[in-house]
């Protein structure tokens, strides 16, 4: 199935990922099957890819936002609900690095495979 190319045939995936964006971790969807979930994030990586498109037609490639979408932070995932149910949840996830889990190497001990 052929998804579309326009941009306001995705207003309920831009309202998603906009309520993701907006939250300090993310959002998600309960869809009631798996194929119905995958054919959700199917469409919201087909309205990124958009706003996307949308983002050089409206910049300079000069400018930062050029080829850039507000949602290239988040990371579309699927979760299976409890056991037992038939749906699954789609979680848009925003990629946050933990600065706890980052040393920087001129900080550390140096390591002679280097």
């Known amino acids: 199935m052929a998804l579309s190319e326009a941009l306001l045939a995705y207003q309920d995936c831009l309202e998603f990922m906009d309520r993701a964006s907006s939250d300090p ?32 037609r409206l910049y300079e490639p000069t ?33 946050i690095l933990n600065e706890a889990e980052v040393e920087l190497l001129s900080q550390v001990e140096a390591d002679p495979n280097l």
């Open 25 to 56: 971790k993310g959002a998600r969807k309960w869809c009631t099957s798996l194929s119905a979930a995958e054919h959700w994030r199917m469409r919201c990586h087909q309205a990124r890819a958009l706003d996307r498109k949308q983002s050089k």
């Open 63 to 95: 400018d930062v936002r050029y080829g850039t979408s507000a949602y290239d932070e988040l990371s579309f995932k699927l979760r299976p609900p409890a056991e037992g149910d038939p749906g699954h949840w789609v979680y848009a996830v925003k990629m």
